[in-house]
């Protein structure tokens, strides 16, 4: 496959070839605008699909459900799932009453959930996921050597454990009569 130089000089090449009555700078100016225009065209193209992309948003709310152990829980489920176009992402945050920005955080997986005019909203996509990046590196550290503590800690008990002897000593036998 041509790189992206390789391709620009066939092209190149290419348009001398079919102008063969004009100049160098001439041919040289006719290609620069056709490449220019044809990436314009690809960017206006790209922005509209863009724009036209579609983004999930769920409404979410406690639910009530019955476990195993016949008992009743709530717990917040996605019980609305609205698709919005990428243009009319503004429109929809004020109509729920949200900031524009925090409503691309969760739909971007920079937030969990916003909540407007009392309704809680979350990212309505089922295969998205929330990663909460927050931690610094002072917390990962304290993380880590609390880890380690552990660690060194489930070592000693198994070397404690070790110590103790896995089997019950014999027990001595002994005769017994009752002429002794």
Known sequence: MNTSTEQA???LIAAFDAHPDQDAATVLTNWRDERDARRLALEARQK?????A???????ELVEFRTAGDTI????RVVERIRVRYADIPAFAAKIGVEYKALMDVLEGRAMQVVGRGRVWRNGNPNASYVDTRHTAASHR??????TA??????QRQAQLDKIPTSFPEPKVQDWSPSK
Do not use: F, H
Not at 54 to 60: A, D, K, P, S
Not at 142 to 147: L, P, Y
């Open 48 to 52: 509209a699909m863009a724009q036209d």
């Open 54 to 60: 579609l983004y999930t948003i769920g409404r979410v």
């Open 9 to 11: 000089i066939e092209s």
């Open 73 to 76: 829980q709530r717990s917040p």
């Open 142 to 147: 304290a993380m880590v050597q609390r880890e």
């Open 150 to 155: 552990i660690s060194e800690q489930r070592a």
